[in-house]
């Protein structure tokens, strides 16, 4: 069992900056591939991006590329969502996944609580 915990959430500025953390309890992360969803209000839970196990292969949704930058740290066993240049589009319910699979999937095994992020313009 893995208990996620997402901290880092709050409101910003639009063009601001915000870094979100995903610490792990219960087992090392090492095993698994990290990713990162949101949920903005009234929607469905969307992709964000994910990372491999060794942490050198990454992927983004089309919307955040080249402003956010998923990483992880697993001496730490900790995950983070560097957010930079924030739209108001962005808020959302952000929430941490890990997947047992090489890759993330939209099934992952487990997820964190969420955390909130509002970027006001």
């Known amino acids: 069992q893995v208990q996620l915990v997402e901290s880092g959430g709050g409101l910003v500025q639009a063009g601001g900056s915000l870094r979100l953390s995903c610490g792990a309890s219960?087992?090392?992360?090492?095993?698994?591939?990290m990713g990162w969803f949101r949920q903005p209000p009234g929607k469905e839970r969307e992709f964000v991006a994910a990372?491999?196990?060794?942490?050198?292969?990454?992927s983004y949704a089309a919307s955040v590329k080249g402003r956010f930058t998923v990483s992880r740290d697993n001496a730490k066993n900790t995950v983070y969502l560097q957010m930079n240049n924030l739209k108001p589009e962005d808020t959302a319910v952000y929430y941490c996944?890990?997947?047992?699979?090489?890759?993330?999937?939209?099934?992952?095994?487990?997820w964190g609580q969420g955390t909130q992020v509002t970027v006001s313009s």
């Open positions: 990372i491999r196990r060794a942490g050198v292969s990454t």
């Open positions: 219960g087992r090392t992360l090492s095993s698994y591939a």
């Open positions: 996944a890990a997947d047992s699979s090489l890759l993330m999937s939209t099934t992952p095994d487990y």
